[in-house]
């Protein structure tokens, strides 16, 4: 009890002594060492009362050496140091609480008199000039003239925010290279970050699902999060304006964060629920979270009180624990329905997880534990969006490739399709091209026949009006047997199986030039054998491209070319006419004109290109089937076969 009462008796005579930093021409300093605190939770201390409680040994030393935490506090916080310039000449350094809710920050520097000498002031109330040194975090600049001492206290006020607050003491150039170091690395963290999300923006744009929006909402809340932690979001967009929304700049991108984290996930997954009493719960939850969000952006606008920050702040963080743990939750529950996708998400997921939750229990002062540089917050979003994204390439590349697979199914349905079309009309004119020749054909020539017959008996009988009559009918024969041969060849060419594309296209040229309709000009070189179906669909394309000129062209000449292009391996078809073109509504909508519909049905059927070039002074049509496709014999079954 009486060394008690010494101990007692010798701190109320003598004040203790504080220990000083002795500055010298170091890069930094373990300023922290030195660093003592005191709690003013009625916030009615001043500077001069302040200095009295710190020489009197009333401050309290820091838990840990670089770092001030007590968590969401209402209280106004004093921290005290003394420096000594251990140089002849003058010195110059850089303090800098580096906490990122720091509402108003004031540092008084007393002389060895315990004279106020000078006040500077930095937090984000402070903008321009008002803030000591402009830069990302709070940072106060020290002039030490040489053999001076000074004592420094610094008063904050982040009442309703955390306290978390690490302290720096450096010589400026060091400063600067680190400030410019790490500037480079947060400002190539942005612009991955924005690749990704214009990455996202694409796929939208080509997919038109709301996953990828939903994707670039997660990005850009990361990104702001991230950067606002670390001071570039207050630095470079809204510090020098409205740095007042501070407060609530953390807690608000946190939950949309998180709540597009969500969101996306049930996306990615394609999670619908079919119980209605869930589906109403799932939107009054997402429905709430946005309330709320909303509260926070009206509250940084108006003027509340701490308790209502804190409140916000704290409901803020339990949202997007919620949401972080619903992620969870939904990852694991995919894993047996899509494992590998699953896992890797997991991964990505669970490095986030763990990065947030180190940093929201940093922040509430619970723990001091460090194990992701610079903190948990930025290494767990930085490795998700890049886990993330690879995973949106993954899947986009998958859903392409499926994509690609029905069309590709698609056309290929398409052109079975077609085959079974095509395959049945020419087997059904096949059949009436023969009925017409055996059956028709037989009885015209019969017919006229007996009419030769009687001409021949009964030529000496007859008067003038009934050997006319007679002449006339056989003339008539003649031009029947004449149509009927016609529209037999172009039901189906003669022996087709046995003739070249070049003779059976001859022929029918031959047959259009004769009817003198129009001047028609050809040019027809070998092509490679061709298999039977193909030969007839060639020879039909160029029968339905002449039909055409002949029906609606008006004009007065056409040029036909067949050729082989060796180069490219083709088959190229190239038919032009000085007609007045195709109208463009057909032109615009094919299926318009059943012509132009029949004729790309055939084109696509022999996988080949169809383009058409058509204005007022004519029109060219070219098509190109590779060689491959139509040198393959291909025989249509004959149904009376």
Same mark, same amino acid.
């Given at each position: ?131 000591? *040194?402009?830069?990302? !975090? #709070?940072? %106060? ?5 040489? +053999?001076? /001492?000074?004592?420094?206290?610094? &008063? ?104 597009? *984290?969500?969101?996306? !996930? #049930?996306? %990615? ?5 079919? +119980?209605? /009493?869930?589906?109403?719960?799932? &939107? ?37 624990t919620i949401n972080i743990l619903l992620v969870l939750g939904v990852n694991i529950s995919q894993i047996r329905e899509n494992r590998e996708i ?50 949106? !390439? ?248």
């Open positions: 009890m009486a060394h008690l009462l010494i101990l007692v008796f010798v701190q109320l005579v003598f004040p203790a002594a504080q220990e000083t930093l002795l500055a010298t021409d170091q890069p930094d300093y373990p300023v922290g060492e030195y660093i003592k605190y005191l709690e003013d939770r009625p916030g009615e201390l001043g500077p001069e009362a302040a200095l009295s409680a710190y020489r009197s040994g009333n401050f309290l030393p820091l838990d840990n050496p670089r770092l001030f935490n007590k968590g969401f506090t209402e209280s106004i916080w004093w921290f005290g140091f003394g420096i000594e310039n251990g140089l002849e000449t003058d010195n110059t350094l850089i303090f800098s609480p580096a906490g990122a809710t720091i509402r108003d920050a004031t540092l008084y520097t007393f002389d060895q008199e315990g004279r106020l000498v000078r006040t500077q002031t930095t937090g984000f109330d402070h903008t321009g000039t008002t803030r000591d *040194l402009a830069s990302r !975090i #709070n940072s %106060f600049q020290l002039k030490l003239p040489r +053999n001076e /001492r000074f004592t420094y206290l610094m &008063r904050v006020d982040n009442r309703g925010m955390n306290t978390y607050i690490p302290f720096f003491l450096d010589e400026p150039n060091s400063y600067w290279e680190y400030e410019t170091m790490r500037a480079s690395k947060f400002g190539t963290v942005t612009g991955l970050i924005l690749m990704a999300t214009l990455l996202g923006i694409f796929l939208w744009f080509y997919f038109f699902e709301k996953m990828y929006l939903i994707f670039v909402g997660y990005l850009l809340s990361s990104l702001a999060l991230v950067l606002e932690e670390d001071g570039y979001l207050f630095l470079w967009l809204y510090g020098s304006k409205i740095g007042w929304i501070a407060p609530w700049v953390i807690p608000f991108f946190s939950v949309m964060m998180s709540t597009f *984290l969500l969101l996306f !996930i #049930n996306e %990615f997954f394609f999670i619908k629920s079919t +119980n209605k /009493r869930l589906q109403w719960g799932v &939107r009054l939850y997402f429905g709430g979270v946005f309330l709320v969000t909303a509260m926070m952006l009206v509250s940084g606008v108006l003027d509340i009180g701490f308790g209502s920050i804190l409140v916000f702040q704290q409901f803020g963080f339990i949202v997007s699953s896992l890797y998400l997991l991964l990505a997921n669970l490095v986030l997880i763990f990065g947030f939750t180190n940093y929201i229990l940093n922040l509430q002062g619970l723990i001091d534990w460090h194990p992701l540089k610079p903190n948990g917050l930025m290494v767990g979003s930085i490795f998700n969006v890049v886990l993330l994204t690879v995973g949106i !390439i993954h899947r986009y590349y998958f859903l392409k490739k499926d994509k690609e697979y029905v069309e590709q199914k698609l056309i290929q349905q398409e052109r079975e399709v077609n085959r079974n079309i095509i395959e049945a009309q020419e087997n059904e004119r096949q059949r009436i091209a023969k009925d017409l020749h055996d059956d028709l054909g037989g009885l015209l020539a019969l017919i006229k026949l007996k009419v030769g017959s009687i001409r021949m008996e009964e030529e000496n009988t007859m008067d003038a009006e009934r050997r006319a009559a007679l002449a006339e009918t056989d003339k008539l024969l003649d031009m029947a047997c004449k149509d009927l041969r016609f529209i037999a060849h172009e039901l189906m060419p003669m022996e087709a199986n046995d003739k070249t594309l070049r003779t059976m296209v001859k022929e029918v040229l031959d047959l259009v030039k004769m009817q003198k309709q129009i001047k028609i000009t050809y040019t027809i070189e070998e092509l490679p054998f061709l298999g039977l179906e193909a030969k007839i669909n060639l020879f039909r394309i160029i029968k339905e491209l002449l039909n055409n000129i002949i029906k609606h062209s008006q004009a007065k000449e056409a040029d036909v070319q067949v050729f082989l292009d060796e180069m490219d391996d083709t088959v190229t078809l190239m038919v032009t006419d000085d007609g007045k073109g195709i109208p463009k509504d057909i032109l615009d909508s094919p299926q318009k004109g059943l012509g132009l519909k029949n004729l790309q049905k055939r084109v696509d059927y022999l996988m080949g290109h169809l383009h058409i070039d058509s204005h007022s002074d004519g029109t060219t049509i070219i098509v190109t089937v590779p060689v491959k496709q139509i040198s393959i014999s291909h025989e249509y079954k004959n149904s009376d076969s």
